[in-house]
């Protein structure tokens, strides 16, 4: 399966820079002010900082500051969020978040922290601080690596979620086998500012990063076929346990992201959270995932038909080289 995603990977590269830097074009003619949507946004100075925000609530152990909402401190066992209580009523929107995560651990640390854009708000549990089983869309930043198996990877870790209620976060391998796709982010204990972009636009969600002190984006994730609804909520969560850290959300800003040819007709509220490369293995026998499944088998046929081609083409060469070395041998024992 890895392999398959690096092959995939590789072919689509070019793709997704294109895209990307299409993407990114945008951005700069795009005049953020335009679609700004304050009630969705959390911006320094926070009016009403010290108890409470205007748009926002929080539960758990987060706490406002005049200068960032930090969802736990350094320090074990704590868990907190914060929930926008406006539902979002646009279709394609961009999310940008100025997060920071640090504390004392040198080498540990955690467990990290969600956003989210779910149906539910204000559900304690034990998801980054959020309940498990939720509806929409989990953003996570993993900073501690529960599990060494097969497919685990560099940590800090970002990865997405498409959940219809259904999918459970398995934190003993780091939500690997239900996320949509993911990236290593080195986010942790920076002295400058550690951004997120997340994208939702024409049922395509696109992360990127800007963690490395450069002032630019770069790619995280690009994955078509995502279905969301409108009327959800944003949040963000985070949690520790034995190992603790700071998380840190700085500022919120979201932004209407027009379409020119939007389906005025099409019912944005009602749309069940789905994606085509993952959903869940239950109603969806003739969905997508069906030909993702049939891609899956011909690329292994494929790799078995090569195999054997290869396996046969050695065992002609070697049967070969042994005839022509009897035949010599022979030869030779008629010369004498
Ligand atoms: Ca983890």
């Known amino acids: ?10 072919c689509f590269l070019p793709l997704i820079t294109v895209f990307l830097t299409l993407s990114l074009a945008q951005e700069a003619q795009k005049t953020p002010g335009d679609y700004l949507k304050r009630e969705h946004s959390l911006i320094r100075p926070y009016t009403g900082a010290g108890a409470s925000l205007p748009m926002w609530d929080i539960i758990g152990n987060t706490m406002i500051t005049n200068s960032y909402i930090r969802l736990t401190p350094d320090k074990q066992s704590r868990s907190g969020s914060i929930w926008n209580k406006v539902p979002l009523r646009v279709p394609n929107w961009e999310m940008h978040c100025h997060f920071k995560v640090h ?16 149906k539910d708000r204000m ?15 989990g953003i996570y930043f993993d900073t501690y690596s529960n599990h060494n ?17 259904t999918l459970h976060y398995d934190h003993d391998r780091d939500g690997t086998h239900t996320e949509l796709a993911g990236c290593p982010a080195q986010f942790r204990n920076k002295q400058y500012e550690t951004q997120i972009a997340i994208r939702y636009y024409k049922q395509r969600l696109t992360i990127m990063t800007d963690v490395d002190g450069k002032s630019e984006w770069k790619p995280c994730l690009d994955v078509d076929g995502v279905r969301l609804p409108t009327g959800y909520f944003f949040g ?33 509220a009602n749309i069940e959270p789905s994606a085509d490369l993952f959903s869940p293995p239950r109603d969806h026998v003739d969905d997508p995932k069906g030909a993702f499944k049939n891609a899956t088998l011909t690329w292994k ?6 195999f ?6 050695i065992l ?19 010369f004498y």
């Open 103 to 118: 504390g004392q651990g040198k080498s540990l640390y955690g467990d990290g922290f969600a956003l989210w854009y779910t």
């Open 123 to 137: 559900r304690a549990g034990d998801v980054f601080g959020n309940q498990d089983y939720h509806t929409g869309l």
């Open 236 to 268: 963000a969560s985070a949690a520790t346990g034995e190992l603790a850290d700071n998380h840190d959300i700085v500022s919120v800003k979201v932004y209407e992201l027009e379409v020119p040819d939007l389906d005025e007709s099409m019912d944005y």
């Open 301 to 306: 046929r494929m790799f078995l038909l090569i």
């Open 149 to 165: 198996g097969p497919h685990n990877h560099a940590h800090p870790y970002i990865s997405a979620q498409i959940n219809n209620g």
């Open 308 to 313: 054997c081609i290869i396996i046969g083409v």
């Open 1 to 10: 399966m890895a392999s398959h995603r690096a092959v995939e990977c590789v």
């Open 316 to 334: 002609c060469i070697v049967v070969g080289v042994v005839v022509f070395q009897k035949r010599q041998e022979q030869q030779r024992k008629r």
